[in-house]
Every structure is written in C-alpha cells, then in structure tokens.
C-alpha cells in the first residue's frame, strides 16, 4: 500500500506539511482558548477560587487538555501573566512611534502601563491579584516586563536627545505620584500627568541631559 507521507531522505515516512500546519494550528487554537478562558476567570473571580474544571468549562475542552499545555495552574497563570505583558508592551512600542510631540507620547505610554491598570485594579480587587503576584514564575515574568518597559521609556528619551541619568524614573515617579494626588478617573488622571509630563521634558531640556 503507499503511505500517506511523503518519504524523507532516509526512507522513512514524514507528516506532510499540510497536515502539521492543521496540528500547529489546532494547537495554537486550543492555547489561545484556554488562555482566554483563564483570563477571563481569574479576572473574575480571583485566582485563587478558579480551578482547572472551571477553566475547562470556560473554555469548552476536556480538563485533561490543558494538562497537556501547563502542569499547572501556576503554569498556567503564568502563561495569563506572559500574555497579559506581550499585550501591554506591544500597544506600548506602537504608542511611542506615533507622530505624537515626546510629551504626549509619554503620557499615553505611562497611561496604558500605570494608570489604566490602576484604575482597572479599582474596579476590581482580583485584577491585582493577577498583576502583583509574587509566586515564582509569573514574579519572573513581571520583573522583566517591568524592565522592558522602562527600557522603552529610555530610549523614547534618547532618541528626543534626553540622555540624563535617572530621567526614566523621573517619568515613573511622576505617573504613580499622578495617581496619589487626586481623583483616578482617566480624564482627571491624564490632566495631572500631561502637567508632570509637560514639566519634566521642558526642565530636561532647558538644562541639558549629562549622559548615564
């Protein structure tokens, strides 16, 4: 009988590329369903109270389906973690390559990684619960994301010939301290950080950037 697959160099059958491109997809399906459907309820309900059944509910698979992704639920909220992060750091890169002046692409930038969380966190006490998690793996996740994101902030900076040591936290500090002083609803938010913003980029800029 011919076989199926094609034959490789040495003779032995191989899949054909169709069909490991249905599995590769079929699989990315399944992550992406599983992912959405963690996220979903750990939004929700708290890490803590959901539980792979619920998770294989959500997302309508077999339970032993997701053992078959993450060993788990750690691994899994830190695949929701990961997730979360790639998605805030690529709105965050688009946000700083707009044709926008320096200043109001920091705001929307500081805005999208601090205020917005913040206020989604004053929604609901379970959003912290997923984004400040000190368990290993997603702690892991986060002090990179952190680190990527304020390495966003820098270079935004350089390339706007401001090179002055600390200047980075200078915009940090002002983003958080934005959220202490006042009401946190975006517009207000975004009026007291457009005024930091504002602030800090002409004072740089007056008085020149010593380079780290």
Do not use: W
């Not at 590329?17 to 992406?32: C, G, W």
């Not at 805005?111 to 989604?120: E, F, K, T, V």
């Not at 002409?202 to 950037?209: D, H, T, V, W």
């Amino acid at each position: 009988m011919t076989s199926a697959f094609p034959k490789s160099s040495s003779g032995r059958a191989k899949p054909s590329p169709a069909i490991s491109e249905t599995q590769e997809s079929d699989t990315n399906d399944k992550r992406a369903r599983i992912l959405g459907a963690a996220q979903h309820l750990f939004l929700r309900y708290g890490v803590k109270r959901t539980s792979i059944d619920d998770v294989a509910r959500e997302a309508e698979i077999a339970k032993g389906t997701i053992y078959l992704y993450y060993e788990s639920k750690n691994e899994l909220f830190a695949a929701v973690a990961e997730r979360l992060c790639s998605d805030i750091l690529a709105r965050a890169r688009q946000t700083l390559v707009t044709k926008k002046g320096l200043s109001e692409r920091l705001v929307d930038f500081l805005d999208g990684y601090i205020g917005r969380l913040h206020r989604l966190i004053a929604q609901s006490p379970h959003v912290a619960e997923l984004t400040e998690s000190k368990e290993a793996l997603a702690a892991t996740i986060y002090a990179n994301f952190d680190f990527k994101m304020k390495g966003l902030i820098r270079t935004a900076l350089n390339e706007a010939g401001i090179t002055r040591k600390g200047a980075p936290d200078m915009f940090l500090a002002a983003a958080l301290g934005a959220l202490r002083t006042g009401d946190i609803a975006e517009k207000a938010y975004l009026t007291r950080l457009t005024a930091l913003a504002d602030t800090l980029v002409l004072g740089l800029r007056a008085n020149g950037s010593p380079k780290e």
